[in-house]
């Protein structure tokens, strides 16, 4: 399950609830893929996912280094900043995921929420 948005989006209370409320909902291991970002959603994401001892996943940015969570391979990181690899990354993400929570929308949520769209599979926006 994917879960992200905007990096402004900052009530942590909403995504801590929603993150531990996801064991009532469903059974087995919970798997948390965010897009890795430091600030908002994804960093909230990623904090309750581990301490609710969720599995998480990120597929952080191109530009960023490789870490003990990150889902791509080795020869995606330390690339320069680009608009160009954030789209990509975005359209990767939107593939891989089987649906979506997003918390807060702007740019990079919305080339996200599109490309779920085309694919048929379900997404959630709470703001």
Known sequence: MGITGSKLYENKLKIKEFVF?????FNGEIDIISLGDLHGTDKYAKRYALEFGYTYREMNAPHTNKNLYSIMPESWYGKPYSNRYMF?????????????IVFGSDKKTESIIARMGKLNKKIVVLD
Do not use: F
Request: net charge positive; charged share 30%; aromatic share 12%.
């Open 88 to 100: 990509l990354r975005n359209n990767i993400y939107a593939d891989y995921v089987d649906m979506c």
């Open 21 to 25: 409320n996801l064991r009532k909902q």
